[in-house]
């Protein structure tokens, strides 16, 4: 039996964008094949791609399908091609303009040392074995979307840059909510990361979050921490934190640092989410961390593991299907189990294999763990 169809927007971007979107897109055929669930799948182009054959980097009509769709993925999107664009044009306006348009204030991002590539980390073994961390961003408030912003002409010729940090109570609480809700299933500690000792916007981020979770979480462990100490304290023992709720500009950061201490951008998804309506359904982008690299794509050796994870998540987040979920899960960590490498995770010992191999071996492995193979 099918269930009904659900609607994915897929947009696989610029650089390796594409050439790991197809390896999801072998998965989405398993999924019709063996677990009775078939994706209607639309496919757009945004970023550069998007540029290049229409002028602008993302559509209303790809923002409207967007809408209409049950769930996106997202692939990457820039590149040097591109690089001398004004901000107006740059191909990372897809993204942005996705998250502020869909309402998508809620960027997961997953932190996790799998067993099989812990020595893929440039840190010890014995400080990264076993992280799980969620690093939930707030993406769509502040400096990159306050406002004033721009860059003036001052009387004497000198010019000024300008970019403002705002929050407002209402947009730090539901992020903050979404951390509580996440921890709850978790460990029960969330720590919020600000520079209160600096700024208003920081101060008012802290305050706001302590009295949300005085008021409704009151089982959560909440601390506090400014962002700098929180850098230096992911490298020290990242072992130390559960949930991290941050703003913007400090996620942007501080989730590049956390994604490094599992040894590797390329096995990193992550899920960015909207309010849910009254029905529970909600607005949600799902990408990898990496971006399009430029410098290996068309290549072959793009690592398609943190596309794939990326929908895993999609299964979890947005139709509950955490045992679909799950079983990709493991089927990742089982091919890494066995050896095979993508050139960004090599080690001693292994197997060296492109996108294609790799994508495969899931696949064989998905038959495997059904009992199809
Ligand atoms: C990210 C990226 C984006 C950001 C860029 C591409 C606009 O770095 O998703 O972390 O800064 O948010
Ligand atoms: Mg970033």
Redesign the pocket.
């Known amino acids: 039996m099918t269930l009904a169809n659900k609607r994915l927007l897929i947009l696989p971007g610029d650089g390796i964008g594409p050439e790991v979107m197809y390896e999801v897109r072998r998965i989405i055929d398993w999924m019709a094949r063996h677990r009775a669930v078939r994706f209607e799948v639309e496919e757009e182009l945004v970023g550069g791609a998007a540029i290049d054959a229409k002028g602008r980097p993302i559509s209303e009509e790809v923002v409207e399908k967007a809408k209409r769709a049950d769930a996106v993925l997202f692939g990457a999107?820039?590149g040097p091609k591109w690089d001398h664009l004004g901000f107006d044009r740059r191909p990372?306006l897809a993204?942005?303009t996705l998250r502020r348009e869909l309402g998508l204030f809620a960027?997961l991002r997953p932190a996790v040392v799998l067993d099989p590539l812990v020595d893929a980390s440039t840190l010890k073994p014995e400080i990264v074995r076993g992280l799980d961390l969620m690093i939930v961003r707030e993406?769509t408030g502040g400096i990159?979307f306050g406002e004033p912003r721009g860059i003036e002409t001052l009387p004497d010729g000198r010019k000024r840059g300008i970019n403002t940090e705002v929050y407002t109570t209402d947009e730090i609480e539901r992020v903050a909510r979404v951390a509580f809700e996440l921890a709850r299933e978790r460990k029960k500690q969330v720590c919020s990361v600000e520079k209160a000792n600096v700024m208003e916007s920081g101060l008012l981020w802290r305050q706001t979050v302590q009295a949300l979770r005085d008021r409704e979480y009151p089982d959560i462990t909440l601390s506090h921490m400014y962002a700098d100490n929180c850098a230096m304290q992911l490298v020290r023992n990242p072992r130390q934190f559960d949930v991290i709720v941050t703003t913007?500009l400090f996620g942007?950061l501080l989730?590049?640092l956390a994604s490094m201490l599992t040894g590797s951008l390329g096995m990193l998804p992550s899920a960015t989410l909207g309010a849910p309506d009254s029905t529970g359904k909600r607005y949600a982008l799902y990408?990898p961390?990496h971006?399009s690299a430029p410098d290996i794509a068309g290549k072959g050796i793009a690592n398609p593991l943190a596309e794939i994870l990326s929908f895993a998540m999609l299964l979890r987040y947005s139709f509950s299907m955490q045992e679909d979920a799950r079983l990709i899960e493991r089927a990742v960590t089982n091919v890494l189990a066995g050896g095979l490498r993508t050139p960004d995770i090599m080690a001693p010992n292994c197997a060296k294999v492109g996108t294609q191999v790799m994508g495969e071996a899931v696949v064989r492995e998905l038959d495997k763990l059904v009992g199809t193979a």
Do not use: A, H, W
């Open positions: 999107v820039g990372e993204i942005l960027n993406s990159y913007n942007d989730s590049d990408e961390i971006g």
